[in-house]
């Protein structure tokens, strides 16, 4: 039994590892050493033992409060009964931008349909809390989003901090040039002015790239820069990049899968709160068994299109 755990453990670093060492082209790995590596396989390990004890909790949580003050029951799934609120940053579209006639308020995009769609199906209402990237890790450890829905990349640092869901899509970071630029690669990118947004894993990549950047609030002030001259490539997700190419003349993308691999946008919730993740994560998994979030992606990336 214990040498079964010592075998799965090992499995899972290893696993860990391989997806370090592919987080970002090859600088990332540095930075892990073995303990943290090992410490993160340990948590994961425990999540998966107690899977079944958690099941056992949700079916006493919906048993009858007999013990509990009415008034205290259901157990804290979210901090306000009845409404599960996202935090997001509505700056990355397709995922969440603002618009007239947003599916939540006046937030649109894939993961605010994926959002709406989590809370009405477990009897909730959905609401949004539009902030800074930067900030939204830490307003769920504050307790003052439930979860974060935002296109956000899985990283292991972000794992020290909060608990991810099962991964719903995934991305990449892409170049955006001007149409004639003789950026082809990312190694090109070394003598040129170089933007990204600051917090996001494009920033991260160019820096342990060891280039030097601008970093900007929003992407769209990146790309302007970029329109007006003022920088020669912007490093950003692959699906926003495609929308901001298709919403500005004479730019295009260019991609280098060997410097940039593949990234996994998934939901995070506070750690521990297992409750919460098992229903994000059913809902999730459901969603991608059926085909709904590809059907989501193809209506949001095609209504960039045809703008
Ligand atoms: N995927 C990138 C990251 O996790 C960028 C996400 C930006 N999302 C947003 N809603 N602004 O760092």
């Given at each position: 039994m214990k040498k079964a755990t010592k075998v799965l453990a090992l499995l899972l670093s290893a696993a860990m590892l391989m997806s370090v060492l592919t987080a970002c082209g090859g600088g990332a790995a540095e930075t892990t050493d073995a303990a943290e590596t090992t410490e993160a396989a340990d948590t994961e390990t425990a999540d998966t033992e107690t899977a079944d004890t958690t099941a056992a909790a949700d079916t006493e949580t919906e048993a009858p409060a007999a013990e509990d003050e009415a008034a205290e029951a259901p157990a804290a799934v979210t901090a306000q009964e009845g409404v599960l609120t996202f935090g997001t940053n509505a700056e990355f579209p397709?995922?969440?931008?603002?618009?007239?006639?947003?599916?939540?308020?006046?937030?649109?995009?894939?993961?605010?349909?994926?959002?709406?769609?989590?809370a009405?199906?477990?009897?909730?209402?959905?609401?949004?809390?539009?902030?800074?990237?930067?900030?939204?890790?830490?307003?769920?450890?504050?307790?003052?989003?439930?979860?974060?829905?935002?296109?956000?990349?899985?990283?292991?640092?972000?794992k020290e901090a909060v608990d991810f869901s099962t991964?719903?899509?995934?991305?990449?970071?892409?170049?955006i040039v001007k149409e004639d630029s003789d950026i082809a690669k990312a190694s090109d990118m070394a003598d040129k002015k170089i933007c990204v947004v600051q917090g996001y894993t494009g920033e991260t990549c160019v820096s342990d790239m060891g280039y030097d950047y601008e970093a900007f609030k929003k992407g769209t002030?990146?790309?302007?820069?970029?329109?007006?001259?003022?920088?020669?490539?912007?490093?950003?997700?692959?699906?926003?990049?495609?929308?901001?190419?298709?919403?500005n003349e004479g730019l295009k993308i260019v991609e280098d899968p060997e410097a940039f691999a593949s990234e996994?946008?998934?939901?995070?919730?506070?750690?521990?709160?297992?409750?919460?993740?098992?229903?994000?994560?059913?809902?999730?998994?459901?969603?991608?068994?059926?085909?709904?979030?590809?059907?989501?992606?193809?209506?949001?990336l095609d209504a960039d299109s045809a703008e």
């Amino acid at each position: 039994m214990k040498k079964a755990t010592k075998v799965l453990a090992l499995l899972l670093s290893a696993a860990m590892l391989m997806s370090v060492l592919t987080a970002c082209g090859g600088g990332a790995a540095e930075t892990t050493d073995a303990a943290e590596t090992t410490e993160a396989a340990d948590t994961e390990t425990a999540d998966t033992e107690t899977a079944d004890t958690t099941a056992a909790a949700d079916t006493e949580t919906e048993a009858p409060a007999a013990e509990d003050e009415a008034a205290e029951a259901p157990a804290a799934v979210t901090a306000q009964e009845g409404v599960l609120t996202f935090g997001t940053n509505a700056e990355f579209p397709p995922f969440e931008f603002v618009a007239a006639n947003g599916v939540i308020d006046q937030y649109d995009g894939i993961d605010m349909a994926i959002a709406k769609q989590i809370a009405e199906e477990n009897g909730m209402t959905a609401a949004i809390e539009n902030m800074e990237f930067d900030s939204l890790l830490i307003a769920l450890q504050n307790g003052q989003i439930d979860a974060v829905i935002a296109g956000m990349t899985v990283t292991d640092e972000r794992k020290e901090a909060v608990d991810f869901s099962t991964p719903y899509y995934t991305a990449t970071q892409v170049m955006i040039v001007k149409e004639d630029s003789d950026i082809a690669k990312a190694s090109d990118m070394a003598d040129k002015k170089i933007c990204v947004v600051q917090g996001y894993t494009g920033e991260t990549c160019v820096s342990d790239m060891g280039y030097d950047y601008e970093a900007f609030k929003k992407g769209t002030e990146a790309v302007l820069e970029l329109v007006n001259g003022k920088c020669d490539v912007v490093v950003i997700d692959s699906a926003t990049a495609q929308k901001y190419v298709s919403d500005n003349e004479g730019l295009k993308i260019v991609e280098d899968p060997e410097a940039f691999a593949s990234e996994e946008y998934a939901i995070a919730v506070q750690k521990g709160n297992t409750a919460l993740l098992d229903m994000i994560n059913s809902a999730i998994e459901a969603k991608l068994a059926d085909g709904t979030i590809s059907e989501l992606s193809a209506q949001y990336l095609d209504a960039d299109s045809a703008e």
